[in-house]
């Protein structure tokens, strides 16, 4: 089952444009840091309160490796060892508000997933074994505590958003969006834990199925009689699933059908501008935004070229806010990585 993903392109010698992007990449990277990044290690959500998120330490672990920043991969690995590991099962603590004491007891598994990898890609990059063995310990407390038997077919798992809450009865709550491939296929590979790889194999059979219905939904919901959207949360999707074709395509699987139904939805609802929040047949939207980020997973899903990634790269601005910004980021690396597949020659 292993997936060995490409090492990010940005010093590639192909003769396309995808070479000139190393410099604003690394631009936007300085401003984003900027914007987000505390002196301290801190990555912090302005919106949400100053929180700070196992998501954000995670998503900023991830591109301080990408963008070979050394100092910030250990400014970030330093504060979140420190404070969001409160826990006695070895997954991060999800949330510290500014005013508290304390983090937030409950995990978020995509944060511990995130926080994980961007240890591992770190680890290979800078040459730090102590990150190599930090990520095999969270990796395998994701193993351990995160993964739940679908209770349609005690031979698949499924990647729960916590290790507490999201089971109800015989039925679990499942978030599309925190399925990432390539991040749960690399830790397999390096904990040699099977768990974490067929978690990968099975969230992407799961997303398949929700996509034979529309588009995948915020919060789905897996009972014996089937898979659909959670009957406790709207049916809709929004800016949880916008995160599901990006990390598809990151993955290496843009022939996915959960990124076909988001191809089909942006050429659907085409306009001014883009769509972030739609009903699940992505033929209504619900809300819509000018923000470069939610352009940047759109011009992923629809393959812009890289001259127009160039553009979308110097055009940074972090006044977009933490969420769309960091959306933006991660979707420029990753269209970066399929850089040879978007050549136009």
Same mark, same amino acid.
Request: charged share 20%; net charge neutral.
């Given at each position: 089952?292993?997936?060995?993903?490409?090492?990010?392109?940005?010093?590639?010698?192909? /003769?396309?444009?995808? $070479?000139?992007?190393?410099?604003? !990449?690394?631009?936007?990277?300085?401003?984003?840091?900027?914007?987000? +990044? !505390?002196?301290?290690?801190?990555?912090?959500?302005?919106?949400?309160?100053?929180?700070?998120?196992?998501? *954000?330490?995670?998503?900023?672990?991830?591109?301080?490796?990408?963008?070979?920043?050394?100092?910030?991969?250990?400014?970030?690995? /330093?504060? #979140?060892?420190?404070?969001?590991?409160?826990?006695?099962?070895?997954?991060?603590?999800?949330?510290?508000?500014?005013?508290?004491?304390?983090?937030?007891?409950?995990?978020?598994?995509?944060? %511990?997933?995130?926080?994980?990898?961007?240890?591992?890609?770190?680890?290979?990059?800078?040459?730090?074994?102590?990150?190599?063995?930090?990520?095999?310990?969270?990796?395998?407390?994701?193993?351990?505590?995160?993964?739940?038997?679908?209770?349609?077919?005690?031979?698949? +798992? $499924?990647?729960?958003?916590?290790?507490?809450?999201?089971?109800?009865?015989?039925?679990?709550?499942?978030?599309?969006?925190?399925?990432?491939?390539?991040?749960?296929?690399?830790?397999?590979?390096?904990?040699? %834990?099977?768990?974490? &790889?067929?978690?990968?194999?099975?969230?992407?059979?799961?997303?398949?199925?929700?996509?034979?219905?529309?588009?995948?939904?915020?919060?789905?919901?897996?009972?014996?009689?089937?898979?659909?959207?959670?009957?406790?949360? =709207?049916?809709?999707?929004?800016?949880?699933?916008?995160?599901?074709?990006?990390?598809?395509?990151?993955?290496?699987?843009?022939?996915?059908?959960?990124?076909?139904?988001?191809?089909? !939805?942006?050429?659907?609802?085409? *306009?001014?501008? #883009?769509? $972030?929040?739609?009903?699940?047949?992505?033929?209504?939207?619900?809300?819509?935004?000018? @923000?470069?980020?939610?352009?940047?997973?759109?011009?992923?899903?629809?393959?812009?070229?890289?001259?127009?990634?160039?553009? &979308?790269?110097?055009?940074?601005?972090?006044?977009?806010?933490? @969420?769309?910004? #960091?959306?933006?980021?991660?979707? +420029? $690396? =990753?269209?970066?990585?399929?850089?040879?597949?978007?050549?136009?020659?």
């Amino acid at each position: 089952m292993a997936l060995v993903a490409p090492r990010l392109a940005l010093a590639s010698s192909h /003769s396309c444009d995808v $070479v000139n992007l190393k410099a604003p !990449m690394q631009r936007a990277w300085e401003k984003w840091k900027s914007a987000f +990044l !505390m002196p301290d290690g801190r990555v912090v959500d302005h919106l949400q309160g100053g929180a700070t998120h196992s998501e *954000g330490q995670g998503y900023g672990l991830v591109l301080a490796a990408f963008n070979d920043d050394l100092a910030t991969f250990d400014l970030i690995r /330093s504060w #979140t060892d420190a404070n969001l590991t409160k826990r006695p099962d070895g997954l991060l603590n999800w949330r510290l508000l500014p005013d508290q004491t304390g983090p937030e007891a409950a995990n978020a598994t995509d944060g %511990d997933l995130f926080y994980a990898w961007g240890l591992a890609l770190g680890a290979g990059r800078f040459g730090r074994p102590e990150a190599r063995e930090r990520a095999i310990e969270i990796a395998g407390a994701v193993s351990r505590n995160c993964l739940a038997t679908d209770p349609r077919d005690g031979c698949r +798992l $499924v990647l729960m958003p916590a290790a507490d809450g999201f089971r109800r009865g015989t039925s679990v709550i499942f978030n599309p969006s925190y399925v990432m491939p390539r991040a749960l296929f690399e830790l397999a590979n390096l904990t040699k %834990d099977d768990r974490l &790889a067929k978690a990968a194999h099975d969230g992407m059979h799961l997303l398949n199925e929700l996509a034979q219905r529309g588009l995948a939904p915020d919060w789905a919901q897996i009972d014996p009689l089937g898979v659909g959207p959670s009957l406790e949360h =709207a049916p809709r999707s929004g800016y949880d699933a916008i995160r599901v074709p990006l990390y598809l395509v990151w993955s290496g699987h843009r022939d996915h059908a959960a990124v076909h139904q988001a191809l089909a !939805m942006y050429g659907r609802l085409a *306009g001014a501008q #883009t769509p $972030v929040v739609t009903d699940l047949s992505g033929k209504e939207t619900i809300e819509a935004s000018t @923000y470069a980020g939610f352009d940047a997973v759109r011009d992923l899903v629809i393959r812009a070229d890289s001259g127009h990634l160039a553009k &979308a790269l110097k055009a940074f601005c972090p006044k977009q806010g933490y @969420y769309p910004a #960091t959306l933006q980021l991660l979707s +420029l $690396v =990753a269209a970066v990585e399929s850089a040879p597949a978007m050549c136009l020659g």
